[in-house]
């Protein structure tokens, strides 16, 4: 098998995640890149989770619907997942057409805890796949470190209790990292020179505060929780303007109680990074499922008019480069910037290729000794900005309309003033962006057939570009919108499809905006990702 997936299942609570990564492990070893798909309910304890790893010689778009192998749990897994030609499951608590392997009983001889039935289970699938048991040690030691003895010996046990089924082709060795797109923020923050993170925690970011409160350890990153997502962003917003770099976090839930905070935020010119994770709403919606139905409410948070940069990578290299940026951009702009992500994207480990040292640009300065006048009028509608103290001057900022000095103001020319301000920074800001990629384009460039998506959807519409000879382009940056990069990126294309996962079209409503109405439209609303067939299905349906 040049290309193989697997499905591993079972309740919450029985290392389905950890199965999952040690799968993942394993093939990357055996030189393939991986992409991990998790699904669980948003339940405090039960319910039935499923990991499937999906893996390739190219970089995976997403899983198939239906996998190679499946590694069982329980008998629900058995249930649920019909039609895959090789089983393995745990014998004791299970029945099924398959290779069963004793994983309760090898647990209790070897005095292990309950949970480590995942090992034994993932040893016997490594038999049954054909892996090399030294590949399967060393992903072992990788994965479990001080603990990988005892994994070992359960997984051996495992391994000797099953039999060979299907064999997988072992390529070259070159195992890339796996990371998930949260993870890649954190990292992309940090590499963009971030002081502080402050969050609420909140599916599915909450991992990106799990992440930066481990690297505090041994750092200078200052990790705040504070008691709701009001007192985050208003925190954040008080570190910013006393100088420190600070990003937060949350979901659609959470984001809505920092509203006011975003219009501070434009008005004031206090520059913040917020990271905006998606998931299924209204209110609290599925909360442990994937969604793109936040892109209009990111687009037009906040009451007034003031500039805002949206970015929406779609792999983990741009999560982690386009993070980097965001910290570099919200603070040469000083305005709110947004880094659109979702469950896809953010909880979902996938081999990546990030550069550590990638470079980042240096803002620009235009300190002046003397007066300092926080907002002062400028040619490009860009003021100094300069965190107290600063000797012989108070800094001020203001939420009201203010005039160049940050004194408040209803009078009618300085209002109008503070206001073409504004205006005019977004123009160069508008100007500034061009420099950037802001638009990828895969497939082939000049296919007459384009698809245009944003965000974690952009892979799978990759790969499956990729399969029908599709032009692919999808805006990173959604917010100024790239108009020149994208009218570039569709010449001459006949026909639009837009591929989202939303129900009205907020992508297709943003590019109609421009001039550019969608031919066709495929949308998904029910939480899970495109699985690579049921997209290529849907787009073959509506071209031919």
């Given at each position: 098998?040049?290309?193989?997936?697997?499905?591993?299942?079972?309740?919450?609570?029985?290392?389905?995640?950890?199965?999952?990564?040690?799968?993942?492990?394993?093939?990357?070893?055996?030189?393939?890149?991986?992409?991990?798909?998790?699904?669980?309910?948003?339940?405090?304890?039960?319910?039935?989770?499923?990991?499937?790893?999906?893996?390739?010689?190219?970089?995976?778009?997403?899983?198939?619907?239906?996998?190679?192998?499946?590694?069982?749990?329980?008998?629900?897994?058995?249930?649920?997942?019909?039609?895959?030609?090789?089983?393995?499951?745990?014998?004791?608590?299970?029945?099924?057409?398959?290779?069963?392997?004793?994983?309760?009983?090898?647990?209790?001889?070897?005095?292990?805890?309950?949970?480590?039935?995942?090992?034994?289970?993932?040893?016997?699938?490594?038999?049954?796949?054909?892996?090399?048991?030294?590949?399967?040690?060393?992903?072992?030691?990788?994965?479990?470190?001080?603990?990988?003895?005892?994994?070992?010996?359960?997984?051996?046990?495992?391994?000797?209790?099953?039999?060979?089924?299907?064999?997988?082709?072992?390529?070259?060795?070159?195992?890339?990292?796996?990371?998930?797109?949260?993870?890649?923020?954190?990292?992309?923050?940090?590499?963009?020179?971030?002081?502080?993170?402050?969050?609420?925690?909140?599916?599915?970011?909450?991992?990106?505060?799990?992440?930066?409160?481990?690297?505090?350890?041994?750092?200078?990153?200052?990790?705040?929780?504070?008691?709701?997502?009001?007192?985050?962003?208003?925190?954040?917003?008080?570190?910013?303007?006393?100088?420190?770099?600070?990003?937060?976090?949350?979901?659609?839930?959470?984001?809505?109680?920092?509203?006011?905070?975003?219009?501070?935020?434009?008005?004031?010119?206090?520059?913040?990074?917020?990271?905006?994770?998606?998931?299924?709403?209204?209110?609290?919606?599925?909360?442990?499922?994937?969604?793109?139905?936040?892109?209009?409410?990111?687009?037009?948070?906040?009451?007034?008019?003031?500039?805002?940069?949206?970015?929406?990578?779609?792999?983990?290299?741009?999560?982690?480069?386009?993070?980097?940026?965001?910290?570099?951009?919200?603070?040469?702009?000083?305005?709110?910037?947004?880094?659109?992500?979702?469950?896809?994207?953010?909880?979902?480990?996938?081999?990546?290729?990030?550069?550590?040292?990638?470079?980042?640009?240096?803002?620009?300065?235009?300190?002046?000794?003397?007066?300092?006048?926080?907002?002062?009028?400028?040619?490009?509608?860009?003021?100094?900005?300069?965190?107290?103290?600063?000797?012989?001057?108070?800094?001020?900022?203001?939420?009201?309309?203010?005039?160049?000095?940050?004194?408040?103001?209803?009078?009618?020319?300085?209002?109008?003033?503070?206001?073409?301000?504004?205006?005019?920074?977004?123009?160069?800001?508008?100007?500034?962006?061009?420099?950037?990629?802001?638009?990828?384009?895969?497939?082939?460039?000049?296919?007459?057939?384009?698809?245009?998506?944003?965000?974690?959807?952009?892979?799978?519409?990759?790969?499956?570009?990729?399969r029908l000879s599709l032009r692919v382009v999808r805006p990173i940056v959604l917010e100024p919108f790239p108009i020149m990069q994208f009218a570039e990126s569709l010449y001459k294309a006949e026909m639009i499809i837009v591929v989202e996962e939303n129900a009205t079209g907020q992508l297709a409503s943003l590019i109609q905006r421009f001039g550019y109405p969608a031919d066709r439209n495929i949308r998904s609303v029910n939480g899970r990702p495109f699985t690579i067939d049921e997209l290529e299905a849907a787009i073959r349906?509506?071209?031919?």
């Amino acid at each position: 098998m040049s290309e193989f997936s697997v499905c591993i299942g079972g309740q919450a609570g029985e290392g389905i995640n950890k199965g999952g990564l040690l799968i993942a492990r394993i093939a990357g070893l055996l030189g393939y890149r991986v992409y991990m798909y998790y699904d669980y309910p948003s339940l405090i304890r039960g319910g039935h989770n499923f990991a499937t790893i999906r893996a390739a010689e190219k970089d995976c778009g997403g899983i198939t619907h239906r996998p190679d192998f499946l590694c069982a749990m329980d008998q629900e897994t058995i249930q649920r997942h019909t039609g895959i030609e090789v089983i393995v499951y745990d014998a004791d608590v299970a029945k099924a057409d398959g290779i069963g392997v004793p994983a309760s009983s090898i647990v209790k001889e070897e005095n292990a805890p309950a949970i480590a039935r995942n090992t034994v289970i993932v040893g016997a699938f490594c038999r049954a796949a054909g892996v090399p048991r030294e590949i399967m040690e060393e992903a072992i030691r990788r994965e479990f470190g001080s603990r990988a003895d005892a994994n070992i010996c359960l997984a051996l046990r495992g391994y000797h209790e099953s039999k060979e089924e299907r064999s997988i082709e072992i390529k070259t060795p070159q195992e890339s990292p796996i990371m998930t797109g949260n993870d890649a923020i954190a990292l992309g923050l940090i590499r963009g020179g971030l002081d502080a993170y402050v969050s609420y925690p909140m599916t599915p970011s909450s991992s990106i505060l799990h992440t930066m409160a481990d690297l505090a350890r041994e750092s200078p990153l200052i990790v705040i929780h504070p008691e709701n997502e009001i007192a985050v962003i208003t925190m954040a917003l008080g570190l910013s303007y006393a100088g420190k770099r600070v990003a937060v976090g949350t979901s659609g839930g959470g984001f809505c109680l920092m509203n006011e905070g975003v219009s501070l935020a434009g008005m004031a010119e206090v520059p913040v990074v917020i990271v905006m994770a998606m998931r299924p709403g209204p209110s609290t919606g599925m909360p442990t499922y994937s969604s793109q139905g936040d892109l209009s409410f990111v687009l037009h948070a906040g009451h007034g008019e003031f500039p805002r940069i949206v970015i929406a990578p779609g792999t983990t290299n741009e999560a982690y480069e386009w993070s980097a940026r965001a910290v570099h951009l919200a603070w040469q702009f000083q305005c709110p910037t947004f880094i659109l992500s979702d469950k896809n994207l953010g909880e979902h480990p996938a081999s990546t290729d990030i550069d550590p040292e990638f470079p980042i640009p240096s803002p620009s300065t235009h300190y002046r000794e003397g007066i300092y006048r926080r907002y002062c009028i400028t040619d490009n509608g860009i003021s100094p900005f300069r965190p107290p103290p600063v000797p012989g001057n108070v800094v001020k900022v203001n939420s009201y309309t203010h005039d160049e000095d940050g004194i408040t103001t209803e009078e009618p020319r300085k209002a109008s003033a503070a206001m073409v301000k504004l205006i005019r920074k977004g123009a160069t800001l508008d100007n500034e962006m061009g420099l950037y990629g802001c638009v990828r384009v895969d497939g082939i460039p000049d296919a007459p057939v384009a698809i245009v998506c944003f965000g974690s959807t952009g892979e799978a519409c990759r790969e499956v570009g990729e399969r029908l000879s599709l032009r692919v382009v999808r805006p990173i940056v959604l917010e100024p919108f790239p108009i020149m990069q994208f009218a570039e990126s569709l010449y001459k294309a006949e026909m639009i499809i837009v591929v989202e996962e939303n129900a009205t079209g907020q992508l297709a409503s943003l590019i109609q905006r421009f001039g550019y109405p969608a031919d066709r439209n495929i949308r998904s609303v029910n939480g899970r990702p495109f699985t690579i067939d049921e997209l290529e299905a849907a787009i073959r349906e509506v071209i031919e």
